[in-house]
């Protein structure tokens, strides 16, 4: 497989992964309200404040690295 067939195949991966997540998670913190939702604010906020390419190999060194965890990492 070509370096930019597998580059391909990971971003498309990765926005799957964020946009199937992001939907969930937005959803049932809509849903439910009150004190879930705050929680789910605070941690998001939480998430943002941390840089990117740390939670990614933070995420690496947690699991074992292979090309669906990146996709993971980066998603």
Known sequence: MSI???SCLAAFGAVA???LTGTFIGSVSA???GLFDLVMQ???DALE???ALFLGI???TIVKPS???LMFAIG
């Open 4 to 6: 930019t067939r597998l």
């Open 17 to 19: 992964i964020s946009i």
């Open 31 to 33: 849903y439910m309200g």
């Open 42 to 44: 605070r941690i998001t």
């Open 49 to 51: 404040a941390l840089p």
């Open 58 to 60: 933070l995420v690496l």
């Open 67 to 69: 090309y669906g965890s």
